[in-house]
């Protein structure tokens, strides 16, 4: 990704009523963008997709459970909360052309340097993890070639309410792998590293998560830092939904006991989802699985994490699932997230398999999906076609699918 911001004023962050404004010119006569914008405007309107970006930066807001929950009020005019925040309205083409090479931008998958199938090379760290191991072999590799000094990634627990932590062993990534597919508060765990001894820090990020770094690296408040220089790599997720703790568990809990359950994945081209436990595998029906999904993740435009240096998601082959599901889809976006691949390429922590024909034409035509699906729930919500709450009407990718 590109450094040294010296200007700070290029963040187009939209005010409310999506009316352009620039931050540092405000007085006090204009709009506020603070707790209480945030609130009305995010947490109120069931906009809060938890990843903790309001938290840590000040003591008002935590993420309790998979929730958002504010401590205390607080009456400034300019709240890191709200400028962070990747539901607040956000110029997001401001922010892609800024962070990426505007040559491999593409309005469905944003920036594309490389797409490659790929896995961990060795199949104990494969067996860790929820695909092919890609991520976790990546993130331990940039711990070990001190490209990264912490690692932020989350960790799962037998209640599911999953947390985030930071690591400095390679051995402590690979060992929380797999996905837990309800949201964890990954930027405030980040927000609390990059406050403390952390200089160098790599994240792994859904694509809501990695939206809220790209907010925080366009520094949208001059003089009010969030330590967002030490971010050196986003590992992003791909991401079709994240559950509700509270409905999901509820659901599973009518199958097996919580604490049987090891993990879960959904196969692509099917109506169900595995739900992994203890004595077998257990089918739930995509329906079911759909009435506890997140609402917020129903006006989510982005299913490969279009702000990482390298997203990766699972892999579409024509052999069985069961080989399918040891390899991952891999986008390369940024100059670092190259880098790193090629390192990982050389040194063999990685093995790739041929790139079948039609495969990136597939991941295009589901990330159009995902984005006209949000872009109807959103105007559905807002009930004006000219209002898309948190996105700009005239961003280019918006009506490319708005077309
Ligand atoms: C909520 C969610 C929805 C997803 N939806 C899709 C989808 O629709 N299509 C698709 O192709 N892939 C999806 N994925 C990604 C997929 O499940 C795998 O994470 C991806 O294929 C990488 O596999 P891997 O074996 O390389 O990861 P691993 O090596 O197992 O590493 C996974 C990493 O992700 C971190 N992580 C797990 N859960 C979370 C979380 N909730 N928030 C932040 N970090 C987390 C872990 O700590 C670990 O570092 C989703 C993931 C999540 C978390
Ligand atoms: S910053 Fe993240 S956690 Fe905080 S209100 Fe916004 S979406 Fe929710
Ligand atoms: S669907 Fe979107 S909002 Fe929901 S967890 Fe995934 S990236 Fe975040």
Redesign the pocket.
Same mark, same amino acid.
């Given at each position: 990704m590109k450094s040294g911001y010296q200007d700070l004023i290029i963040i187009g962050i939209n005010q409310v009523g999506l009316k352009r404004g620039r931050l540092e010119k405000m007085d006090d006569q204009e709009q506020s963008l603070g707790q209480k914008e945030?609130r009305e405007g *995010?947490?109120d309107a069931h906009?809060?997709?938890?990843?903790?970006?309001?938290?840590y930066l000040c003591p008002y807001?935590v993420?309790y459970k998979d929730q958002?929950i504010i401590l205390h009020d607080c009456d400034l005019k300019q709240g890191r909360?709200y400028a962070?925040?990747?539901?607040?309205p956000t110029d997001y083409d401001a922010a892609r052309r800024r962070l990426f090479d505007e040559k491999d931008l593409t309005p469905e998958l944003g920036p594309v340097k490389g797409f490659y199938i790929a896995r961990a090379k060795s199949k104990a760290d494969r067996k860790k993890a929820q695909h092919g191991g890609t991520v976790s072999a990546l993130m331990a590799l940039a711990l070990e070639e001190g490209i990264i000094d912490t690692a932020v990634v989350a960790e799962g627990e037998a209640d599911f309410l999953h947390h985030s932590v930071a690591v400095n062993d390679p051995k402590e990534v690979k060992k929380r792998g797999k996905s837990k597919f309800i949201v964890s508060?990954t *930027?405030?765990q980040f927000n609390k590293a990059a406050a403390g001894e952390a200089q160098k820090i790599g994240v792994v990020a859904t694509p809501?998560q990695a939206q809220?770094f790209a907010k925080m690296r366009m520094k949208p408040i001059a003089g009010k830092e969030s330590n967002i220089d030490k971010l050196q790599l986003v590992i992003g997720l791909f991401c079709g939904w994240a559950l509700n703790w509270r409905s999901f568990t509820e659901l599973l809990s009518r199958s097996t006991p919580l604490k049987t359950i090891t993990g879960m994945d959904k196969p692509p081209g099917t109506q169900t989802v595995e739900i992994f436990t203890k004595s077998g595998t257990i089918s739930l029906s995509v329906d079911d699985i759909d009435k506890c999904v997140r609402e917020?993740c129903r006006y989510c435009i982005d299913s490969t994490a279009e702000f990482a240096d390298i997203s990766v998601g699972s892999a579409r082959l024509p052999e069985s699932w069961d080989e399918t599901k040891t390899w991952n889809q891999v986008i390369v976006r940024s100059e670092s997230g190259q880098r790193l691949m090629e390192r990982a390429r050389a040194k063999g922590i990685l093995e790739f398999h041929d790139v079948p024909e039609g495969n990136f034409a597939e991941l295009k035509k589901a990330a159009v999906e995902k984005k006209k699906g949000a872009l109807g729930q959103i105007i559905k919500k807002s009930g004006d076609s000219n209002n898309l709450i948190y996105l700009d009407r005239n961003d280019p990718v918006v009506k490319a699918m708005m077309g």
């Open positions: 945030l *995010v947490l906009l809060c997709v938890g990843c903790g970006a309001c938290a807001q993420i958002t909360c962070f925040c990747p539901r607040t508060p *930027v405030a809501c809220a917020a």
